[in-house]
């Protein structure tokens, strides 16, 4: 390989893409631990990522669920893919106000996309009790190499103890593919449609989960019910509502302590609040696309 990764990408590019002058910038938004490029030629610009796994972005990019992938394989002791360049624009409220029926067709597309279960980690079993506990300890082990002030463990420590004496009465079954983190900087708006992007954590879930948080994150209480109801999701069940709030509450602690880690206050305390909230099942203080973008921080 050559003896930079910028060297070794222009390398790949020029092999596998066009043998021509590649510059790379790294992209200004999100928070994504992979490395990033935008790559532009005189020709052309593509998207570049590190520690991506390609099978699972040809089967995303064929249901054009994602920009078109282009190229990807083994790199070094990583992997690298090279998708299509898209320029667009992320979405507003505006957007999301008249658009649920786009949104909600999206993610029950990406929920049929069977070829996905060979490439995700594969759970024990595919009851909602298993999913819920594997969501808990994933926050507590991020949780045990945090650290935050007396406060906020005490706030914690109360949810997580909370979460797991509801664990014996969790019922259900049946998980799909979910994109695990489809905020609005994840969400591309261009002039051949709508793209998913930043699929670091793709995983087998209920297909609640990800309705769930958009419902929060995106619309007003008033609307929610007609955002769920293509997932057939209703709230006034007691069950579907202890679940679309858990969704919504362990998420957002874990992203709480995301930030705690990156010493980002602003952000940290927003979804902390989040947290709580939800869990108590009172709606949010302010919805996150009202909010100024995470990556401008």
Not at 12 to 38: D, K, M, N, V
Not at 73 to 100: D, K, L
Not at 185 to 201: A, F, K, Q, R, T
Request: charged share 25%; no cysteine.
């Amino acid at each position: 390989m050559a003896t930079t990764i910028e060297e070794g990408v222009r390398a790949y590019l020029q092999e596998h893409i066009s043998a021509t002058e590649w510059h790379l910038h790294i992209p200004e938004r999100g928070f994504s631990p992979a490395r990033r490029f935008i790559a532009r030629s005189a020709e052309r610009a593509v998207f570049v990522k590190l520690g991506a796994d390609e099978r699972i972005l040809l089967r995303l990019s064929d249901a054009k669920l994602t920009p078109r992938l282009l190229a990807g394989g083994p790199f070094g002791n990583t992997r690298i893919t090279v998708q299509e360049f898209v320029e667009g624009q992320h979405p507003t409220r505006q957007w999301y106000e008249a658009n649920a029926h786009v949104w909600a067709r999206m993610m029950q597309r990406l929920s049929q996309v069977a070829e996905l279960r060979a490439f995700l980690p594969q759970p024990g079993d595919e009851t909602y009790q298993s999913l819920w506990r594997r969501y808990i300890g994933q926050v507590q082990a991020i949780y045990d190499r945090s650290r935050l002030q007396a406060h906020e463990q005490q706030v914690v420590e109360a949810l997580l103890s909370s979460y797991s004496s509801r664990l014996p009465f969790v019922q259900g079954a049946g998980l799909v593919p979910v994109h695990g983190d489809p905020g609005p900087d994840n969400l591309l708006i261009s002039s051949s449609g709508v793209l998913l992007v930043d699929w670091d954590n793709l995983h087998l879930s209920e297909p609640m989960r990800d309705a769930a948080l958009v419902a929060w994150w995106m619309y007003p209480p008033s609307r929610w019910q007609e955002l769920l109801r293509p997932f057939h999701i209703d709230l006034s069940d007691p069950s579907h509502q202890e679940r679309f709030y858990f969704y919504i509450s362990v998420w957002s602690l874990e992203v709480a302590l995301f930030f705690a880690n990156l010493q980002h206050r602003k952000w940290k305390e927003y979804f902390l609040r989040d947290a709580e909230r939800a869990w108590q099942r009172r709606p949010p203080e302010r919805l996150l696309i009202d909010e100024d973008r995470i990556a401008r921080g």
